[in-house]
């Protein structure tokens, strides 16, 4: 357990000029913008308490997606979705979330490893580390620049058997990224969650207000992907 971990799920970016005219205008992307504060706040919340407790630990990495941004609730993401569904099923197990609003791979190494670290030092490893990762890189081209290359160093640092998605996204670096999980999955160091060829093949209806963010449903079938992969690697009795 740690009893002294301190980590903050709000990023440490202001908003950019775009969404923030954007908000400005449209009232459902100001709804789901609306949430990215109180949801880290709920999320550090959480956190606090998992992270003092005892029994098997499941890290969650990642942005947005990870923290539940556009689901009615914060538990609604597709986390906290498969955490009630592993629950149920038997599994007694801590929930530590460290995702963050529009997070980068490069956030992921700089922050949230080591937080997932400092989680672990000194106790047993995390019984489950999942990441999901990658969108907020590929949808600006200056920040596709060197994705590849980020990822890879993102893999050398996880967890041996850690559950990693790749990106349901059309361009070139997203594909590269898929290729090397692929082969690493295939080698034994990784678990591949396929959001590629298992996730929603439409996204009408799973959509928040913003039109970009999963709604409930969107998160809720995000969770079975990655519900699959947990059970097809046996980590979870």
């Given at each position: 357990?740690?009893?002294?971990?301190?980590?903050?799920?709000?990023?440490?970016?202001?908003?950019?000029?775009?969404?923030?005219?954007?908000?400005?205008?449209?009232?459902?992307?100001?709804?789901?913008?609306?949430?990215?504060?109180?949801?880290?706040?709920?999320?550090?919340?959480h956190n606090r308490v998992a992270a003092a407790g005892g029994g098997p630990l499941w890290v969650a990495l990642g942005?947005?997606?990870?923290?539940?941004?556009?689901?009615?609730?914060?538990?609604?993401?597709?986390?906290?979705?498969?955490?009630?569904?592993?629950?149920?099923?038997?599994?007694?197990?801590?929930?530590?979330?460290?995702?963050?609003?529009?997070?980068?791979?490069?956030?992921?190494?700089?922050?949230?490893?080591?937080?997932?670290?400092?989680?672990?030092?000194?106790?047993?490893?995390?019984?489950?580390?999942?990441?999901?990762?990658?969108?907020?890189?590929?949808?600006?081209?200056?920040?596709?620049?060197?994705?590849?290359?980020?990822?890879?160093?993102?893999?050398?640092?996880?967890?041996?058997?850690?559950?990693?998605?790749?990106?349901?996204?059309?361009?070139?670096?997203?594909?590269?990224?898929?290729?090397?999980?692929?082969?690493?999955?295939?080698?034994?160091?990784?678990?591949?969650?396929?959001?590629?060829?298992?996730?929603?093949?439409?996204?009408?209806?799973?959509?928040?207000?913003?039109?970009?963010?999963?709604?409930?449903?969107?998160?809720?079938?995000?969770?079975?992907?990655?519900?699959?992969?947990?059970?097809?690697?046996?980590?979870?009795?």
């Open positions: 357990m740690a009893l002294d971990f301190d980590y903050s799920n709000r990023s440490v970016r202001p908003r950019g000029p775009v969404l923030s005219a954007l908000s400005a205008t449209f009232p459902g992307i100001r709804a789901v913008q609306e949430q990215v504060l109180p949801y880290a706040v709920w999320w550090e919340s942005d947005s997606m990870t923290q539940g941004i556009g689901a009615s609730a914060p538990d609604r993401g597709w986390v906290g979705q498969l955490s009630g569904r592993l629950a149920a099923r038997g599994w007694d197990h801590r929930l530590v979330n460290l995702g963050v609003n529009g997070a980068r791979v490069e956030d992921v190494l700089d922050r949230q490893l080591p937080a997932l670290e400092s989680l672990t030092a000194g106790a047993a490893p995390a019984a489950l580390v999942t990441v999901v990762i990658g969108s907020n890189d590929v949808v600006v081209r200056r920040h596709r620049r060197g994705l590849v290359e980020r990822f890879g160093e993102l893999l050398d640092r996880l967890p041996h058997g850690a559950l990693v998605s790749n990106l349901p996204n059309p361009h070139r670096e997203a594909r590269a990224v898929d290729a090397m999980l692929r082969e690493r999955a295939d080698a034994g160091s990784l678990v591949l969650v396929d959001m590629r060829r298992d996730g929603p093949r439409s996204w009408r209806g799973r959509l928040a207000s913003d039109k970009f963010h999963p709604n409930d449903r969107g998160y809720a079938e995000m969770a079975g992907v990655v519900e699959r992969a947990v059970d097809a690697a046996g980590l979870v009795g």
